[in-house]
């Protein structure tokens, strides 16, 4: 009896242990992180941002200090702007395949436009080296997006010169849609397919840090290439203004000597030049004041388009904000989704394996005793009758 009652105790302990480990809960996000390829994507592209804006920038600037023509500066510094501009649309996308494509649709769109489309003779005798710059940034894009899809490649290829070719740049300010709509009908795949997953609550916000970091990067000098494209474009001109301002000196200067040699000649002189020149002080006043309200309006409207540029600005911020809000929030949604999902499924085995327990405690001494008792009822039948 003694060796049966450690023997249930030996299995009920051994069944309590195994079900002791399912008190191990784990806590699953239930979110993919991006795939190694797509994280290497997106760093890549962040990496050639840089490389674009250093090199569009330097080669505008060249052509800037290497002209006086007025629409060739001006050309140079929409260049910069609307070329940069439509780069962070390109790369700053929550989907770093959508980024990879659109990226590489601009810059052969731009490389196009300055060597054979609308913009082939907007640099006149210096376009030469837009074109060469375009045509490395193509380049030097598509060399590095070959190591990541070696197999897709040249179809890729084929896609991005058909959508440059039915949809170039036709000015320089650059308007142009997204490609990545066409590129999933081109490949023949829905969105679902494509975009599985925008990666885990640390790579999203990693992702609108960087988009925070390069907005405040550029745009300052964003703003300050439009300021300078406005000024160009203005009536102001400071060298006329400053070489005014040295022949009325000088003039001055010339009075004041004849004024000390001959006093009452220069009397008579002074009334007949101020009866001369009061009509044109008159209209000299009148074409001062012109300016003047004229600077006024541009002035105002400069500030109008600083104003405009900062409620732009923090119009996107808080769009970007709500968007990583709405992401954190279905992020934790789903996050308790699963937790609950989880222990209820613990507890119904926690409940399964009790009762199991109260089977093996209760009932298994219960039926052993019986047994026992009519094993030793018959062993007890036995003897009597083999005494008689």
Sequence with gaps: MTAMFRFCF?????????????LEIKLESGIDPLPKDQLNMRVFSRDFSTVFYSQVESAAD???RNSDSVPIKSNSLMWKINAE????????????TAAMVDTWVFTAQMAQFFEFGAGKNVFGEQQQTAIDVSNHLRDQFERTIKNFAVASFQKNQDFVTQYVAKHP??????????????????????????????????EVMSDISDRMAMIAEQMPKILGWKAELYAL???INAEEVQATLVSISDTSAKFQQLMAQSPQMMQALAVDMRRELTPLLTQLSAATDDKLSQLSVERQALELMVKNERVSLEAMVSRERAAAAVDLEKISEQTVKVVFEEVSKTLKSLILYFVLFLLVVFFAPLGLGVWLGKRMQRSAGNSIDNKV
Aim: overall charge negative; proline content about 3%; hydrophobic content about 45%.
């Design 62 to 64: 060249l052509i800037e």
């Design 233 to 235: 474009h203005s009536n």
């Design 10 to 22: 030996i299995v009920v302990t051994g069944v309590l242990v195994a079900g002791c480990s399912l």
């Design 169 to 202: 740049i036709k000015d320089m300010s650059f308007t142009r849609q997204s490609a990545f709509t066409d590129w999933l009908a081109y490949n023949e795949l829905s969105e679902f397919d494509a975009v599985t997953t925008f990666g885990t609550v640390p």
């Design 85 to 96: 501009q439509n780069l962070q649309h390109t790369i700053f996308q929550a989907s770093p």
